[in-house]
């Protein structure tokens, strides 16, 4: 459980510095929450903005099946996204680090 907590806790220092694509940052934190024992209220908001970004391709492979248009036209719709939920997704990202930091201390 400890592992999961530290690469959850990477991941979203990652997101806050801007080191990873952010909305690549918030899929993986939010596959990586479901290993733990029970839903934290940080993740909400994570999960939230996956659930309304998942047409956006984000890996190399995923982007490779796309038509060159489509692709630049959801990057910019993508872009203007996160320009609106960005500091939302940096205040979770700030909650679950403490919150989990917490928790990794009362064991």
């Known amino acids: 459980m400890e592992e999961i907590k530290a690469k959850i ?3 979203a220092k990652k997101i806050i510095h801007e080191e990873i694509d952010l909305l690549d940052g918030c899929r993986k934190l939010v596959y990586l929450q479901r290993e733990l024992k029970e839903p934290q ?10 659930s309304e ?8 492979a995923e982007r490779k099946l796309w038509n060159a248009d489509a692709l630049s036209r959801l990057d910019k719709e993508k872009n203007e996204y996160i320009s609106l939920v960005k500091e939302e997704m940096i205040k979770a990202c700030r909650k679950i680090i403490t919150t989990l930091s917490t928790d990794s201390s009362d064991t």
Request: glycine share 4%; no cysteine; charged share 25%.
């Open 9 to 11: 806790i990477e991941v």
């Open 41 to 50: 209220k940080a993740f909400f908001v994570l999960r939230g903005i996956d």
């Open 53 to 60: 970004t998942d047409i956006f391709p984000i890996s190399q």
